[in-house]
């Protein structure tokens, strides 16, 4: 059911999407909170991050999953579950688009997703109004 809502979603959008969009709409869909970045501290921890690439962090001892916008102004925030939603969007859309060419399909990195490949050690600077404000999702 989830690959369908997928598909049609994919079908909607137009061609003229950016990839950078393409890609947060996936991780939206698949369940990824955004956080506004907004003070330096959040700034200098996002800036530290590579663009375009789902990165593994660790923030107060848990593993969470992390993609910044282009503007760096926001992320996208995900655990396991989502992680793994998202890749599989993103491996439904590829093979859709190799079936259709109308639609390009997304191009997304997974980077630092093995036990110890955690792109931060400590992803800090997302206190009350970051991760915590999510709540247990």
């Known amino acids: 059911m989830m690959a369908l809502a997928l598909i049609t979603a994919c079908q909607s959008t137009g061609t003229g999407q950016s990839a950078t969009a393409q890609n947060e709409a ?3 869909q698949s369940g990824f909170k955004t956080i506004a970045v907004t003070t330096p501290k959040q700034q200098q921890a996002v800036s530290k991050l590579p663009q375009g690439t789902v990165s593994a962090v660790k923030y107060h001892g848990k593993k969470y999953y ?14 396991q579950a989502h992680l793994n939603a998202a890749k599989q969007a993103v491996a439904t859309q590829q093979a859709q688009a190799g079936q259709n060419n109308m639609n390009p399909a997304p ?4 980077q630092g997703h093995g036990q110890n490949q955690v792109v931060a050690e400590e992803f800090d600077g997302f206190g009350p109004m970051g991760v915590n404000a999510l709540g247990d999702w």
Request: hydrophobic share 40%.
């Open 26 to 28: 996936v991780l939206s």
């Open 66 to 79: 992390v993609y910044p916008t282009a503007s760096n102004d926001k992320i996208y925030v995900g655990k």
């Open 107 to 110: 191009t997304m990195t997974f």
